[in-house]
Every structure is written in structure tokens, then in C-alpha cells.
């Protein structure tokens, strides 16, 4: 089955650009998005279609893909990012949907 | 306002029966895809299942393909999850999601606040 791999956490402080990176197979051919989950909280896109933000998002956060590899980028860490994030695409079916394993974001 | 409620959670035992239901509001529920997305306790997120807008396309994750049946019932406004053989690594807050994009890439732009299903003894 198709898997997204993601690094189990990332650490910046107040301020600092946090990168997120997500590697799977099928990116070159698909979308990645990026869901933001707060503690206790249901999931929230963050970024869709590979770079393109929803509106009430805050513009410090992006998203690029090259390859395998699809980047949520968080410039100017706030301490209110911190949460868990995760990528998302679909498989080469089209009709099954994968989430990465995840990664807790530390702003401090 | 656009919201999704889920209910129907609750313990149960190993091998046991759960419906779940979701309430749809604010939006034109028969036009979307909808889909269940799971997450066990301190666990990541997880694609469970996704229903088209009339009902007759379905798809599963493999590990509850034959035990789980999603279906819907328009004039309602309403999204169900029939689990049927539930296995202790079932256990999960259950999320109702609205699927949006094309019919070969997509993702979920709304979400329930989920209900919590226990399977143990």
C-alpha cells in the first residue's frame, strides 16, 4: 500500500522558519496537502494542491513540491502553530486516501 | 453554519456491532463526496472509507474492507458507518469529512469533531 513518510517531530523557536517535509512515490503525479491538528481539536487544511492556502490561514504558511518530496513551511514560527501536522495525497488509484505518520511541531 | 456532527460512538465489545451516523448542515449535503477518517488514541490519521454523492461508488482502507459499510441518506442530510466484527484496533475517534477535488485527487475542507468508539472487554 501506498505510504507517506513524514519526521516524527520538528523544533524551532519563536520566530524561526519550521520546514515540515513529507516523501512518497506518487507525488511527482500527485497533490499533497497539509493538514494542521491542534490538541484535542479535528484537523484543519493548512495548504491544498501542493502551494495554495485557504483563506483565514495565515500567509506565513506555504507549501512547494519537487519530486518525491512535498514542504510545508512555517515562516516565522508563532507559538500558536504548535501542533501536529500532516500530509495527505491519494494513491495512484484515485480512490484510496493516505495520510503521513505525522509530525509535532515545538515552538519554543 | 456549515457544520458536520458525528454520533453513535461508545463502548463496545471485541466482535460487536456500531452505527455511526453523521449530521450534515449548512451546505448541499447531496452534492459531495463524504468520507469517515479515523484516528486511534495518540495515534496519526487514517482514511477509512468514502461514499459518492448517490451512493453507488463506496471505497475502504483494506483493513476494514468486508467489516465496515458507509452509506448515506440524502434526504436526510445524512452520512452513516456500519461496523460490523470490530477489533480492539478499531478503537478510534471517527471523523466525518466533506471530500472535495476531482474525482482522482481530493481531500476533506470539513470536518466533524468526531465520536470516540472503544472496542474492549
Known amino acids: 500500500s501506498y505510504e507517506l513518510t513524514q519526521p516524527p517531530s520538528v523544533s524551532v523557536s519563536p520566530g524561526q522558519t519550521a520546514r515540515i517535509t513529507c516523501s512518497g512515490d506518487a507525488l511527482p503525479k500527485r497533490y499533497a496537502y497539509w493538514y494542521q491538528q491542534r490538541s484535542g481539536q479535528a484537523p484543519v487544511v493548512v495548504i491544498y494542491?501542493?502551494?495554495k492556502r485557504p483563506s483565514g490561514i495565515p500567509e506565513r504558511f506555504s507549501g512547494s513540491s519537487s519530486g518525491t518530496m512535498a514542504t510545508l513551511t512555517i515562516s516565522g514560527a508563532q507559538v500558536e502553530d504548535e501542533a501536529d501536522y500532516y500530509c495527505?495525497?491519494?494513491?495512484?488509484?484515485?480512490?484510496?486516501?493516505?495520510f503521513g505518520g505525522g509530525t509535532k511541531l515545538t515552538v519554543l | 453554519e456549515v457544520q458536520l456532527v458525528e454520533s453513535g460512538g461508545g463502548l463496545v465489545q471485541p466482535g460487536g456491532s456500531l452505527r455511526l451516523s453523521c449530521a450534515a448542515s449548512g451546505f448541499t449535503f447531496s452534492s459531495y463526496w463524504m468520507s469517515w477518517v479515523r484516528q486511534a488514541p495518540g495515534k496519526g490519521l487514517e482514511w477509512v472509507a468514502s461514499i459518492n454523492q448517490d451512493g453507488s461508488e463506496k471505497y475502504y482502507v483494506d483493513s476494514v474492507k468486508g467489516r465496515f459499510t458507509i452509506s448515506r441518506a440524502n434526504a436526510k442530510n445524512s452520512l452513516f458507518l456500519q461496523m460490523n466484527s470490530l477489533r480492539a484496533e478499531d478503537t478510534a475517534v471517527y471523523y466525518c469529512?466533506?471530500?472535495?477535488?476531482?474525482?482522482?485527487?481530493?481531500?476533506?475542507?470539513?470536518w466533524g469533531r468526531g465520536t470516540l468508539v472503544t472496542v474492549s472487554s
Open positions: 469529512a466533506r471530500r472535495v477535488g476531482s474525482s482522482w485527487q481530493w481531500y476533506f475542507d470539513l
Open positions: 494542491e501542493d502551494s
Open positions: 495527505y495525497s491519494t494513491d495512484s488509484s484515485g480512490n484510496h486516501g493516505v
